[in-house]
């Protein structure tokens, strides 16, 4: 799981930032979180943008975390801090075979906007219609 932020710098995507951008993350059950990284160095990808890859993730729980741009922002400056949550809805088995049945059930008429998949059905099965009418 990669988490990223954005940051500026008075208007300006902010390069270069020293020290990087740190985050913290905890996981989150009822009412309760637990700090599961207490604090890491964020990798600048460019233009504004860091990341860090959040190995620790495990599926289907809840997560919140914090990002600090650091000290090269004031303290009270509302650019330097950046907040987020990852939670990842579980599907159920019942539900997978509903959307599948949805999606294989569907009349391929109702789905004809240009550039659907329903679009190029129809154009492939009118174009071979043409083909079999006109040679043979």
Request: glycine fraction near 10%; proline fraction near 4%.
């Amino acid at each position: 799981m990669i988490i990223s932020s954005f940051f500026t710098l008075n208007a300006v995507p902010a390069v270069g930032l020293s020290p990087l951008p740190t985050l913290l993350i905890w996981s989150v059950t009822g009412s309760s979180e637990t700090l599961v990284v207490p604090s890491a160095s964020m990798n600048e990808v460019g233009d504004g943008f860091y990341q860090y890859e959040f190995a620790g993730y495990v599926d289907g729980t809840q997560y919140v975390f914090r990002v600090d741009g650091g000290p090269t922002y004031a303290g009270d400056n509302p650019e330097r801090y950046q907040a987020g949550s990852i939670e990842v809805a579980t599907l159920t088995d019942a539900q997978v075979a509903d959307i599948s049945a949805s999606v294989w059930n569907s009349v391929s008429a109702d789905f004809l906007g240009a550039g659907s998949i329903g679009y190029v059905v129809a154009q492939t099965n009118a174009n071979t219609l043409a083909i079999q009418t006109t040679y043979f």
